[in-house]
Structure formats: structure tokens, C-alpha cells
């Protein structure tokens, strides 16, 4: 008597009650046949570039206020794509924001304080002393002498070489 032969392989439930692997059986499911899509990588480029600008803008005084607008557009369109998922930087992107808007900040006190600075050793004098002088030459060197001595002897420092 021989023994009976070994049942026929079953077909169906994947072993373990687990799906089976991803491709098996030739099929790809919705896919159409043809393997999914390759996931893309993020757009890092708008949090950077406001990154960038910002950290530019705080060593410019006059351009800072121009550059810290500049990384704070480029800042909130960064988080913008965060937000919608096209993006990983947010941290970068608001790292961006922030130093622009303190670029912006320290570009207007150091227009302030320098705009101070020059009416205390008496610029607005030399403004008014350059438009009487018109186009006279002479008067208007003489402006620039009285308000050079002006500094020299505020400031206790010689601003014109001596010969």
C-alpha cells in the first residue's frame, strides 16, 4: 500500500494573514500595471533663499530694509508650501521671517542714529550753509571746512590730513 499523495498547494489567503508582498502575482493594483511613482523630493529653495537674504540684509544698513522685506516674502511663501506639504523646511523658512523682520528693525536705527548723529555735530547747519551757497564754489567749500572743523573740535580728532 502506498501512501496517499500530499494535498495540492492551497490558493487564495497569503500565508500569515498578511497581504502579499508589494508586486507579487505580477500585479501592481491602481497603478495600471506600471509601478507607482517614485515619491519627489521637497522644494527646500524659498525657506532657504530667505534664510540666505536675511542673513545678507543684516550686514547692509540701507539695502537691510529692502532685504529683510525681501526674506520675509520668501519666508512666508516657504511656509505657505510647508503648509500644503511641499516642503520640509519650515524651521529654515521662519528662521527667515524672523531675521528679517530684526534686519528691518536694525537697518532703522542705524538710519536713526545716524541721521541723529549728523544733526549733532551740526549738519543741518551745513545743509543750510550748502543751499546759500548756490553754485558759488567757493561758499560751498567754506561750508565744507567750517562743518569739517565743526566734527574736529566736537570729536577732539583730525579729520582732514594736516600737510
Given amino acids: ?82 503648509n500644503r506639504g511641499e516642503a520640509t523646511n519650515g524651521g529654515i523658512a521662519t528662521a527667515g521671517i524672523v531675521l528679517g523682520a530684526l534686519s528691518i528693525l536694525v537697518s532703522i536705527a542705524a538710519i536713526a542714529f545716524a541721521v541723529w548723529g549728523f544733526n549733532e555735530v551740526g549738519g543741518g547747519d551745513y545743509i543750510d550753509c550748502i543751499s546759500r551757497a548756490g553754485s558759488d564754489q567757493q561758499a560751498i567749500e567754506d561750508c565744507a571746512n567750517e562743518f569739517t ?14 600737510p
Fill in 149 to 162: 572743523q565743526r566734527v574736529e573740535d566736537q570729536f577732539s580728532v583730525t579729520v582732514s590730513p594736516t
Fill in 1 to 82: 500500500m502506498s501512501e496517499p499523495p500530499p494535498p495540492p498547494p492551497q490558493y487564495g489567503a497569503y500565508p500569515g494573514g498578511y497581504p502579499p508582498p508589494y508586486g507579487s502575482y505580477g500585479s501592481y493594483g491602481s497603478y495600471g500595471g506600471y509601478p507607482p511613482p517614485a515619491p519627489s523630493a521637497p522644494k527646500n529653495g524659498l525657506g532657504v533663499a530667505s534664510l540666505v537674504v536675511a542673513i545678507v540684509s543684516l550686514f547692509t544698513v540701507f539695502g537691510g530694509i529692502v532685504l529683510g522685506v525681501v526674506a520675509i516674502i520668501l519666508g512666508f511663501l516657504g511656509r505657505g508650501r510647508v
